[in-house]
């Protein structure tokens, strides 16, 4: 099993990066992709989330209408957008896996960390001000 993150860099407030998150070893059109951030000394967040079960996205608020999480389901790979990037945004960025279930309307798509399947190796996004 292997979760790749990759695309990250520095950038100048306001500007614009897409991460990739490459999926193997896994059935990846059961599972949900998750994005999560971390910065030294805080728990990491969850910021976005999609399934590959309906292509169901869920965003954190603080990335609302900035970031897009996308998918493609013959290339096993997720990408998040992020737009109008803030000093705030400056993390480890990292994806994970999470087996995304029919909950009566809608498959799940989780933003917390607890319960992820497989996760990735980080990638650094650092937003000068």
């Known amino acids: 099993v292997q979760l790749q993150a990759s695309g990250g860099g520095l950038v100048q407030a306001g500007g614009s990066l897409r991460l990739s998150c490459a999926a193997s070893?896994?059935?990846?059109?059961?599972?949900?992709i998750v994005w999560f951030r971390q910065v030294p000394g805080k728990e990491r967040e969850g910021v976005s989330c999609?399934?590959?079960?309906?292509?169901?996205?869920y965003y954190d608020d603080s990335v609302k209408g900035r970031f897009t999480t996308s998918g493609d389901n013959a290339k096993n790979t997720v990408y998040l957008q992020m737009h109008s990037l803030k000093p705030e945004d400056t993390a480890v960025y990292y994806c994970?896996?999470?087996?995304?279930?029919?909950?009566?309307?809608?498959?799940?798509?989780?933003?917390?960390?607890?319960?992820?399947?497989?996760w990735g190796k980080g990638t650094q996004v650092t937003v000068s001000s």
């Open positions: 994970a896996a999470v087996r995304s279930y029919f909950s009566g309307s809608f498959y799940s798509c989780p933003l917390v960390q607890y319960g992820m399947h497989y």
């Open positions: 999609i399934s590959s079960r309906d292509g169901g996205t």
């Open positions: 070893g896994f059935a990846f059109d059961e599972y949900a």
